[in-house]
T-cell receptor, first 116, second 113 residues
């Protein structure tokens, strides 16, 4: 069975600085998708970034980028120029490419605090 | 386009009652998934419906059930509520395209007293 692990329950960053959130996963599949979702106090999960495992290139979305290490099964999220609005819970998620459904397996989450 | 809409936002029930939660997906999306979020267990997959058929089911007791209508709207039902069913229930919809992105609603907060 696939598992996703986020070992940092909470992280803190100074506004305008850079922070990296860690995520590791375990799978026997060779092709899959990885996601980072953000959940602010409003509770709505918002997709931050998405990575396809067969793509070597790390995904980037504006201030958000990932460091995808397939062999190490690691998928960290880097947030540059942190803003107060980045404060939220961040969840790493996995989905097997061959899955017939869209089931996501989530990590336990990392709470990001942004200091002004 | 309107996002994923979940109703109601908050619900308070007592043990033994049953409850029905509703989810309207993004227009054109045929897949609807449900997740339970609790502080202790985190985010857990309940089930997914695609074109009115349950395509996958998580490891939850039979008290948890769902259905999807021809307009893709989905409902989940929990019968004989227990205190441990108190949670945030999230619904997500997907278009089924190659991007495989799920879009989430704001959830229904269920409190069982």
């Amino acid at each position: 069975a696939q598992t996703v692990t986020q070992s940092q329950p909470e992280m803190s960053v100074q506004e305008a600085e850079t922070v990296t959130l860690s995520c590791t996963y375990d799978t026997s599949e060779s092709d899959y998708y990885l996601f980072w979702y953000k959940q602010p106090p409003s509770r709505q999960m918002i997709l931050v970034i998405r990575q396809e495992a067969y793509k070597q290139q790390n995904a980037t979305e504006n201030r958000f980028s990932v460091n995808f290490q397939k062999a190490a099964k690691s998928f960290s999220l880097k947030i540059s120029d942190s803003q107060l609005g980045d404060a939220a819970m961040y969840f790493c998620a996995y989905r097997g490419r061959m899955d017939s459904s869209y089931k996501l397996i989530f990590g336990s989450g990392t709470r990001l605090l942004v200091r002004p | 386009k309107a996002g994923v809409t979940q109703t109601p936002r908050y619900l308070i029930k007592t043990r033994g009652q049953q409850v029905t939660l509703s989810c309207s997906p993004i227009s054109g999306h045929r897949s609807v998934s449900w997740y339970q979020q609790t502080p202790g267990q985190g985010l857990q997959f309940l089930f997914e419906y695609f074109s009115e058929t349950q395509r996958n089911k998580g490891n939850f007791p039979g008290r948890f059930s769902g259905r999807q209508f021809s307009n893709s709207r989905s409902e989940m039902n929990v019968s004989t509520l227990e205190l441990g069913d108190s949670a945030l229930y999230l619904c997500a919809s997907s278009s089924g395209d190659s991007k495989n992105i799920q879009y989430f609603g704001a959830g229904t907060r269920l409190s069982v007293l």
